[in-house]
């Protein structure tokens, strides 16, 4: 598997050679894909109606660890571009499979195996598809072969099969990029700014970015900070930023009294594809207000903090 960096890539020839591969590899058959609205799936998405049609169906999972409104917004998206996707109402098995967990490995095997072997297993045997189409990209198999953190989309480069183990063959047309060839193809593609130039989100969504058990409460809680701090950083000009819920309550007061609460940690990277990273240096005023909002408008938080270490050693996401 040869890199193709962002200065050797002709997104023409690209596109052609990936719509033409996906199109022998599926043959007459039926492939399903998986949407979750970041570059990634959107431009593999793309890829894949070109080159199937009506023969790829498209679903998005609805986890219950996604961003406010999401599945919605993403199928709202992709029905202008004459893309019907599917909303799978999953997330009751997907917190009974994260319940009582908390070391992070095991919460992304939970996430991959429910997804891949539990909700996709049981798609492809009532469409009756033989391939998955996703969108893995290289820096996730770095990370995973490196043993930095477990991608829960890299199989093959670990030794697994999942025709064997699934059921199904996984077409991953986008694996020889990185984040920033991968923008370049979505806007090839005739993908919207708002997708092409999003910014990523990592593959087991919020669940990613909390710290110890994952539940539909801490879930919430974190999703709501997410809003404020996307909607305060939108104009940074940053690579990616988020919020991330700790485990630990921590001593705080409200009104003279002790609230013993919640902490959240914002980040923020200046980075181009996501293998080296920067905190960004955010103004003052700028954190005071996050701090400020997400204390006020998130209930049980009282503690704001804002990470400072570069990648590496630090990792984007927490988990």
Not at 92 to 97: G, K, Q, R, S
Not at 238 to 253: N, P
Not at 267 to 281: F, G, M
Request: a negative charge; proline letters at 4%.
């Amino acid at each position: 598997m040869e890199e193709i960096t962002v200065e050797a890539l002709n997104t023409k020839d690209f596109i052609e050679q990936k719509v033409d591969e996906i199109s022998r590899t599926v043959g007459d058959g039926l492939a399903i894909n998986a949407l979750s609205g970041g570059v990634d799936s959107s431009a593999v998405t793309m890829l894949g109606h070109r080159a199937l049609g009506d023969r790829l169906r498209t679903y998005f999972i609805d986890n219950g660890i996604m961003r406010q409104g999401e599945p919605e917004r993403i199928a709202s998206i992709f029905k202008k571009l004459d893309v019907n996707v599917e909303i799978i109402d999953a997330r009751t098995e997907f917190f009974d499979a994260l319940s009582g967990i908390t070391d992070p490995e095991e919460k992304r095997e939970a996430i991959t195996q429910t997804f891949y072997r539990d909700v996709f297993g049981r798609l492809v045997k009532e469409s009756g598809a033989k391939h998955l189409l996703q969108g893995t990209i290289l820096t996730d198999v770095d990370e995973t072969v490196a043993g930095i953190k477990r991608q829960h989309n890299v199989f093959e480069q670990l030794g697994i099969d999942p025709e064997k183990t699934f059921g199904y063959r996984i077409i991953e047309p986008l694996i020889q990029l990185r984040k920033d060839g991968v923008r370049r193809v979505a806007e090839a593609l005739g993908l919207p700014e708002s997708v092409y130039n999003r910014m990523p989100f990592p593959g087991p969504a919020l669940a990613a970015r909390v710290i110890g058990e994952v539940t539909p409460e801490r879930i919430e809680t974190v999703r709501l900070a997410t809003v404020i701090t996307e909607e305060e950083l939108r104009d940074v000009g940053a690579f990616q930023y988020m919020a991330i819920l700790h485990s630990d309550r921590v001593t705080g007061m409200r009104n003279g009294e002790r609230d013993y609460g919640m902490q959240i940690e914002i980040r923020c990277w200046d980075s181009v594809d996501a293998r080296v990273a920067k905190p960004t240096r955010l103004a003052y005023d700028l954190l005071d207000r996050l701090a400020d909002r997400i204390t006020n408008e998130v209930p049980g938080v009282v503690s704001v903090t804002y990470g400072i270490a570069t990648k590496p050693p630090s990792t984007m996401e927490a988990i």
